[in-house]
């Protein structure tokens, strides 16, 4: 188990990030320029309104400390490869994704830090383990910014190459996911039992409000319909191999998988399940 927390879980990791940088390009991050209202309106859905609607799920849910500051953790990551192949098959404007998500990831080395100290602060009080912001920014930086960087770099450096080996790559990467995922729930299970009456609903709650709720707000601000399904998707959408990460890594437990990554463990799994139906809607929609 060591070993998985040890050396698969950030490689795991780090390689997913690689997919995610092999399928953008420059021109992926100058499209926020030239679209600044609509990418605006979906990176404070993902940074702002997402940790906010969160915490007030964990009121509502009455989440345990750990459960909670997990929950909290989930929040605070940006969206991934996923997002962006949901918001293909919603009909949604997948070049508005894929700018949100490039950018969302590299912020998330600053956000991720703030908002994980906030959340075991205030959630564990006394008990809080001790969260080294510089040091979470610095691990954050190493497991994403610096693969999306060397994924962006070899699609710039050898284009031909890099497309066709893509799809390979995208399997290697969900098979990672999957990996990660079951691992973090097998490690918890105990936990994952006790707790199952509450974390499920919590997390399909989360997932139909900020789906919800990210098409309303985008809509109320007069985007299009297809920005505003997009917007839906990054902000119901996380990456949660990130954090399953961050609990096992930068939070950590005495071992084994983190119970912090719990809420990313269940979220991974639930989140085929609720978003298949704004899916097919979604794909009504003119």
Do not use: H
């Amino acid at each position: 188990m060591d070993f998985l927390i040890s050396v698969v879980l950030p490689l795991g990791l780090a390689f997913i990030m690689f997919s995610l940088g092999v399928g953008l390009t420059v021109a992926d991050f100058v499209r926020v320029g030239q679209r600044p209202v609509a990418f605006a309106v979906g990176a404070l859905n993902q940074v702002i309104l997402l940790p906010i609607v969160v915490y007030v799920i964990i009121l509502l849910f009455g989440l345990t400390a750990e459960i909670a500051v997990g929950f909290m953790i989930l929040a605070a990551c940006p969206g991934g490869v996923t997002s962006n192949i949901i918001s293909r098959l919603a009909k949604g404007d997948v070049a508005l994704s894929v700018s949100l998500t490039a950018v969302i990831s590299l912020t998330s080395m600053i956000t991720v830090p703030l908002i994980m100290s906030f959340a075991v602060n205030r959630f564990m009080g006394a008990d809080a383990p001790e969260i080294d912001i510089t040091a979470t920014a610095i691990t954050m930086f190493a497991l994403t910014v610096v693969p999306i960087a060397l994924g962006l770099t070899l699609r710039r450096l050898f284009p031909t190459a890099i497309i066709a080996a893509e799809p390979t790559i995208s399997r290697i990467a969900v098979a990672l996911f999957a990996i990660i995922v079951l691992a973090a729930l097998a490690g918890n299970w105990g936990l994952f039992m006790e707790n199952l009456p509450t974390i499920g609903p919590a997390v399909i709650t989360m997932l139909v409000v900020l789906t919800t709720i990210g098409f309303i707000v985008p809509r109320l601000l007069g985007r299009t319909r297809m920005e505003a399904k997009t917007i839906s998707i990054e902000t119901g959408v996380q990456n949660g191999t990130l954090g399953i990460a961050i609990a096992s890594i930068v939070v950590g437990s005495t071992e084994g998988f983190s119970p912090y990554g719990l809420a990313s463990a269940v979220y991974g799994l639930a989140m085929y399940l609720t978003i298949l139906p704004a899916l097919f809607i979604f794909r009504r929609m003119d």
